[in-house]
């Protein structure tokens, strides 16, 4: 009796799904991460609190007008054993001078304090928006924002535009289901982890919604962590309105530097200027 009340206790099992999915364990900036990211004058560090403890995120202003409140606002989300500045090298500046960029970092994770619980993720986006207005003296920006993850981002990512006005979203080896992404790893943990995020349920409620963003999604067909079928399930979902690329010789992570321009144009709304090429095809009707 001992063994199975220790088996269902709520602590335990948070316990065992934060193991698996890495949450519990830190990851921390490089010196020359931080450097890099602060040798440009311009870039900000934002600092704020929440209920998981001090937090920071970083911000990139554009190249155009740098000094002023951004127009347009790309916030990033990273994977789940990532990092905010682990975007910064990819950033594409020239294509687009005028979008600013706010990276974000989860709980626990580079200078932030707390454990990560994925549908608490969406407080470290609203503290570092609320931070990125104070710096300009403003309540609230009047930014058009797009958003991009990559992963475990996805779902960060969608949380954010489920309840806040976005133009564009561009998902990159996304999951349907935050507990299907556990199954890859571990039937058992994911049966009984506490924490679910549905990015099928919150992709429709998204298109719902009048005037509602451009979703693109981009996977990679050799990708072992979170299988195609389920960037192909999510597309799948309104074929019309979901651009679908699939890259025939990608996996999890070489997707995102083969195809980061594609990416970044997809972002910026640019797709038009990007040349279509054998390796990635939109496939929108394929389930």
């Known amino acids: 009796?001992?063994?199975?009340?220790?088996?269902?206790?709520?602590?335990?099992?948070?316990?065992?799904?934060?193991?698996?999915?890495?949450?519990?364990?830190?990851?921390?900036?490089?010196?020359?991460?931080?450097?890099?990211?602060?040798?440009?004058?311009?870039?900000?560090?934002?600092?704020?609190?929440?209920e998981k403890g001090y937090q920071v995120a970083f911000y990139s202003p554009p190249l155009n007008a740098p000094e002023r409140p951004p127009a347009r606002l790309n916030?990033?989300?990273?994977g789940i054993n990532s990092l905010a500045l682990d975007w910064y090298p990819f950033l594409v500046r020239?294509?687009?001078?005028?979008?600013?960029?706010?990276?974000?970092?989860?709980?626990?994770?580079g200078l932030s304090e707390g454990a990560m619980r994925p549908e608490d993720n969406l407080r470290s986006t609203e503290g570092a928006l609320?931070?990125?207005?104070?710096?300009?003296?403003?309540?609230?920006?009047?930014a058009?924002?797009?958003?991009?993850?990559?992963?475990?981002?996805?779902?960060?990512?969608?949380?954010?535009?489920?309840?806040?006005?976005?133009?564009?979203?561009?998902?990159?080896?996304?999951?349907?289901?935050?507990?299907?992404?556990?199954?890859?790893?571990?039937w058992f943990l994911s049966i009984i982890m506490p924490d679910q995020i549905d990015n099928?349920?919150?992709?429709?409620?998204i298109l719902q919604e009048k005037d509602s963003p451009r979703i693109s999604i981009l996977h990679g067909r050799l990708d072992a962590t979170l299988?195609?079928?389920?960037?192909?399930?999510?597309?799948?979902?309104?074929?019309?309105?979901?651009?679908?690329?699939?890259s025939a010789n990608d996996d999890h992570v070489s997707v995102l530097t083969t195809r980061r321009?594609?990416?970044?144009?997809?972002?910026?709304g640019r797709f038009e200027k990007v040349a279509a090429t054998p390796q990635v095809s939109g496939l929108k009707n394929q389930n």
């Open 94 to 109: 020239e294509e687009d001078p005028d979008a600013a960029y706010l990276l974000i970092d989860y709980p626990g994770r």
């Open 261 to 268: 321009n594609l990416i970044f144009s997809l972002l910026n």
């Open 227 to 246: 299988p195609v079928a389920m960037g192909r399930e999510l597309a799948a979902i309104d074929p019309a309105r979901i651009d679908y690329f699939e």
């Open 130 to 142: 609320k931070a990125l207005s104070k710096k300009f003296g403003e309540t609230e920006l009047d």
């Open 144 to 186: 058009e924002f797009n958003l991009l993850g990559h992963s475990f981002g996805t779902g960060a990512a969608l949380q954010f535009a489920e309840r806040s006005k976005v133009s564009r979203i561009v998902l990159v080896a996304p999951f349907n289901t935050l507990r299907a992404a556990v199954a890859v790893r571990s």
């Open 75 to 78: 916030i990033l989300y990273p």
């Open 1 to 50: 009796i001992m063994i199975r009340r220790l088996l269902v206790s709520p602590g335990v099992i948070l316990l065992c799904s934060l193991i698996l999915s890495g949450c519990m364990q830190p990851i921390l900036y490089e010196s020359s991460q931080l450097s890099t990211f602060d040798a440009r004058p311009e870039n900000i560090r934002l600092e704020f609190v929440t």
């Open 200 to 205: 099928r349920k919150i992709i429709r409620k």
